[in-house]
């Protein structure tokens, strides 16, 4: 009797055991942590082009204005500082990470507030800038909400956390994108743009409370531990060793140009879709319901299986598979484009792109997570996240005339083809084992493998 009740009761527990680790204290930090750093680039990426779409400005002009999120492909330069420089009474109060994390969530708030209230239809320069402004903020919010969230999580955490983390960065989009447009659109609260956006700037909050409940980060203790140095060795050790570090794993430059490539056919996607949208002649409801609404439902589905995805595939084989879900949503647009304003499709279309799009970039973000340093983890993953950046920012900005050129059927083909290389060079990777079949798991000093392949280094993850 008891053999039997404990066979019935086996998938209950297998479930239960399965999903705890997700409502661990520093994963669910690692949840709210991703709020407040994934509702500033929602802002300058999807809910802009939406507003620009909106005001009559130009396809091409909103392609090339996604470039105003440079400072997220450039965050890698300032990224040591961060990792090194103390802020004063903040920094004996809080600890240096989350010191850092308040006062920048201070300015950011500030800059989104400006940024709703700059009018593009009128004053493009004045939007501009405190576009810019925003995104440094936002990048520097990252830097330091990356390394925060690696840095408390365990290696045994780190999959769930991270997650967790970008389950929290799609639902501060989601804030950003369906809750802006909500409170600003005439079908919605009707409260204008300044409104919203400043509205939108609250987002802040999850992560300064994740900080104030999780405490100090390692990054902390390990700072604790340094001896005073001169300022050469202080700018040796800050600058010049994250970077001297990563590049002198084997494989190094290859794993970088990777991660430049892997997501540029989804990031210039991404760019085009709400103006698509728009032009389709879907209503600022049917945006909001279908779009924002049921697509957050396929995103939780989609970053809820990416960590047993990872499990069962390993790291490799959940990369590459990733990849190709990414181009099949694609192909899902393509039809809707062909299509047109229909519901059905937009509704298939969308539910395709969160459920692929949030395993793809959960598996993504583990794998950078694993690749970072615990003794640098603000830059390497900075870096890191700065290449790919790179293919969401500068590579991607052709978009808009591809677009206009193609139509918007072979536009979403032509992406399909951009995201062939990555998958390519992931083989390439794959074949010469720079790419392994798990995150790293450090079982003792001896054990000399982590995901990323290369020469190991201590204190890696």
């Known amino acids: 009797m008891n053999d039997t009740a404990g066979t019935a009761s ?27 750093s994934g509702f500033p680039l929602a802002l300058l990426l999807g809910t802009m082009t939406f507003w620009l779409t909106k005001v009559g400005i130009e396809k091409k002009t909103i392609g090339f204005a996604v470039g105003l999120t440079t400072p997220y492909t450039l965050k890698f330069l300032w990224a040591p500082f961060i990792d090194r420089i103390n802020l004063p009474i903040l920094t004996r109060l809080f600890g240096q990470r989350r010191a850092w994390l308040f006062f920048v969530q201070a300015l950011l708030f500030a800059s989104v507030w400006m940024l709703g209230a700059s009018d593009p239809a009128h004053h493009l320069g004045a939007f501009a800038f405190w576009a810019i402004v925003t995104a440094f903020l936002g990048a520097t919010q990252d830097i330091v909400t990356d390394a925060y969230r690696i840095e408390i999580l365990s290696d045994e955490e780190l999959p769930h956390g991270t997650a967790n983390n970008q389950f929290g960065y ?31 700037a609250f987002c802040v909050l999850p992560g300064a409370l994740a900080a104030l409940w999780a405490g100090r980060g390692l990054h902390d203790r390990v700072l604790e531990k340094e001896p005073v140095e001169s300022v050469g060795k202080w700018l040796q050790t800050t600058v010049v060793g994250p970077f001297r570090e990563f590049l002198r794993r084997r494989g190094a430059v290859l794993i970088l140009l990777f991660v430049l490539i892997y ?23 049917e945006f909001i319901v279908i779009n924002k609404g ?18 069962w595939l390993g790291m490799g084989r959940a990369l590459f598979a990733s990849g ?73 900005t052709p978009a808009g005339l591809a677009a206009e050129r193609l139509g918007w059927p072979g536009f979403w083909l032509m992406t399909m083809v951009v995201a062939l290389p990555g998958l390519l060079l992931l083989w390439l990777m794959w074949r010469r084992g720079f790419v392994v079949d798990t995150v790293r798991q450090p079982k003792s000093e001896d054990d000399d493998t982590f995901a990323g392949a290369g020469e190991p280094q201590p204190g890696t993850r």
């Not at 997700?22 to 407040?36: E, M, T, W």
């Not at 049921?294 to 499990?311: E, K, R, S, T, Y």
């Not at 993953?381 to 920012?393: C, D, H, I, Q, Y």
């Open 263 to 285: 997501k540029l056919g989804d990031a210039m996607g991404q760019i085009m879709l709400n103006p698509m949208i728009v032009e389709l002649g879907f209503s600022d409801t």
């Open 170 to 200: 799609r639902l501060g989009a989601f804030f950003a994108g369906v809750g802006t447009i909500a409170m600003a659109s005439p079908e919605g609260l009707n409260l204008g743009w300044a409104a919203a956006y400043g509205f939108t």
């Open 10 to 36: 086996s998938p209950r527990t297998g479930f239960v055991a399965t999903m705890a680790p997700y409502f661990r204290p520093r994963p669910i930090a690692a949840l709210l942590l991703g709020v407040s």
């Open 324 to 396: 190709v879900l990414m181009m099949v949503s694609n192909l899902m647009f393509a039809i809707l484009a062909m299509q047109g304003h229909s519901n059905l499709w937009l509704t298939i279309a969308v539910v395709t792109e969160q459920v692929t799009s949030g395993m793809g970039l959960t598996v993504f973000v583990t794998y950078l997570s694993g690749l970072s340093n615990l003794a640098y983890t603000a830059t390497q993953f900075a870096l890191l996240s700065s290449f790919a950046a790179v293919g969401r920012t500068w590579l991607s």
């Open 294 to 311: 049921v697509g957050f439902w396929g995103l939780i589905v989609g970053v809820a299986l990416a960590p047993p995805f990872m499990a």
